[in-house]
């Protein structure tokens, strides 16, 4: 009985520690604005092998992977983003002289993640993840320059809490579900005259699900499947601009986040070395448009017409000693935009390489600390672009241009079983 009181005292203490750390967001590093960096250890391979446990942080991706090891164990990272991109106007309808270059409009951002799970008998695991699924942070450091008709500051940041539960139904086979319950804030500001912004900022919250399972079928192989639901945000919030004389008025503006299914394998090759892989598809085909409902049935809009975005990573680990463990990764991204019609200035995307390297260093036996880096590089891509739709119109002319981008991450993290 004592034991059972000491082990819930534990949990409580470590689910107050997650929570203090609740992950947020606002710069997307991945295709579309998702966010891959969940977990320092996969930061290091690519996220190769993401699914298929190893690391606490897998339960993002799977929550079969909540399942993993015994008694009571937290995981935490802490990444640092730096993005750059530029956007150049190269052809303005404002007339000679406004083309040029939005210079850098990344905002460098910090993201946590964070992971407790408790075994509460031989076969069932509870656990907590919180993370920021999706997020966006764009301003150029021109905000004079002709793209900001087109956008000016982008904004999105999202808290995501995922209580999970995971049941080992036989040797080598175990199920996992979970809820998502997420909380979602939005600015978004358009430049809608010389002298003056349009802006709107609003928040909402979503629910949705998790599911997975992970396969052990022989000894030193592992593969899992986790799927993510999608989840729509309808932000409500207050609009101001030329539109509204410049008084603020309701508005809301409706998202729907796509869902995701990711596969892992994570295969023994010798007693210190394990190859990884991942393939992930996201649904980003369900973003189809940006709309902004306002007060008397207007609407302003802007059009994406995304398709859905694929991930495909490799990678591995190597037992330096029994205290040090080595990783790298490398990864190719499909993005979801596919054509200069489809590219925004807020989100300059296109396909993209991830180059990744880490390391875990057990420091006793109760503690693990890790540490990782990323090199993504973006394909340039062109875009061309109208102003906002007003009720499917056009409000002004279309921009035509070319981006630039690149990323870089770090992060640290550590793992403690208690």
Known sequence: MRNLKRRQNQFRRAAIGVAAIAAWSSAASAGGFDIHEQSTVFLGSASAGSAAGGSLGSMFWNPAATAQFPGLNSESSYTLILPYAN?????????????????????????SASYGAYQLGKDVWVGIALNSPFGLASKPENTSYSGSYLG?????????????????????????????IEWAQTKLQFRDSPVSIAQFGGNDWAFGGTAGITLEPRQG??????????????????????????NGVPGVVSITLPDIVTLSARQVVTPTTRLLGTIEWTNWSVFKNLPLSLPGGNQLSVPANWHDGWFFSVGGEYDYSPLLTLRSGVAYELSPIQDASERLV???????????????????????????????????????????????????????GNTHASIDLFSVGVRTKW
């Open 87 to 111: 956007v150049d106007i190269t052809n303005s309808p404002l007339g000679p002289g406004s083309n040029g270059s939005s210079g850098n409009i990344g905002i460098d951002a910090a993201t």
């Open 152 to 180: 000016v500051t982008s904004k999105l940041i999202t808290m995501n809490a995922n209580p999970t539960i995971a049941y080992r139904i036989a040797p080598g086979i175990t199920i996992g579900a979970g809820v998502q």
């Open 221 to 246: 192989t592992t593969i899992g499947l986790g799927y993510r639901s999608q989840m729509t945000h309808d932000l409500e919030g207050s609009f101001a601009g030329l539109l509204t004389g410049g």
């Open 346 to 400: 807020q989100v300059p995307d296109n396909n993209r390489v991830w180059l990744s390297i880490g390391g875990s260093y057990k420091w006793s036996d109760s503690i693990t600390l890790d540490a990782g880096y990323s090199h993504i590089f973006v394909e340039d891509g062109g875009f061309s672009q109208s102003t906002p739709l007003l009720n499917g119109i056009p409000t002004g002319p279309t921009f035509t």
